[in-house]
């Protein structure tokens, strides 16, 4: 499928989310009994070596990186961004929420990687609404995103949460960069990242790039996809903890505390290794502007022993 027409299909299943959530909210469409657990499945769209390079670079990372044994480029595990939203929104429209998705907030993800596949290796997925959560006016919705080789052996398990806030704002618990954090690299966004994003990915979002909008719903200006935030993370962990291996990552967990209002000059930092029940090192992780300064995001990454 040409890059121009999944571009298409992203826009276009994310318009009927939206759509889908106003029309049964005002009675559009009959409510029909929702559908649980709705799964979405099918063959993962080919891509080039050409493609997959272009992307880890534009996120700011180094394919050399990503390379195996055989000199074969490997795919890193967030690139399902670039071809699997619209499946992810096929399958909320088919569970048939009557929420306003206008105002929905990219909370969390997290990649479990079983084994990344060669750039064009044939691959299926299941895209899946786990969860629908209501706490009062806040309603958090889980998704899950599985990838298997065409045989069904795992690749790579993607989970995603996105938070509508109700009325109000939603407001996180601040959290802060420790001081007994160390300094592992520069996140530096450009007044533009918003757009380029949105091309390479085809997520659209105006709150990303039109500084009109982004400010009308709140922001100072337009703010950082959550996947572009994501992706460099993964190319910093791979570079300076997986020492340049990026097999040797088996998990990564976000979550987006904080709008990332562009341009940016943000830094990534770490704490010390802890071993997990499993025996693989895992390190924490925040990004923000300095030491003792807000956490636009935090999680932790997971290497094996």
Known sequence: MHWRIRKLRTIAFFGGVWFSGFALQWGLLPMRERMLRPRITGAVPSFTEEEVDRYVRETGGDPDLYRNADGHLLTPPTFFAIWALAELAKALIAARLPLDFTRAVHATSRVQIHHLPKATEPARFAATVETVVRTGNRIRIEQRLAMTTADGQPLVDHWSALVLPGRGRLRAKRQTVPLDT?????????????????????????????????????FGGPVAHGFDTMARIFHAA????????????????????RPIVLPAEMHLFASGVETTVSGDKQISLWVGSEQESTAYVTGHVELEG
């Open 182 to 218: 160390s300094l592992v690299a520069a996140i530096r966004l450009a007044s533009n990242e918003g757009w380029k994003y949105a091309r390479l990915s085809g997520d659209i979002n105006p709150v990303h790039w039109a500084g009109p909008f982004a400010r009308l719903v709140g």
């Open 238 to 257: 791979v570079a300076h903890f997986a020492g340049g291996d990026a097999q040797k990552v088996k998990t990564l967990d976000v979550s987006f505390r």
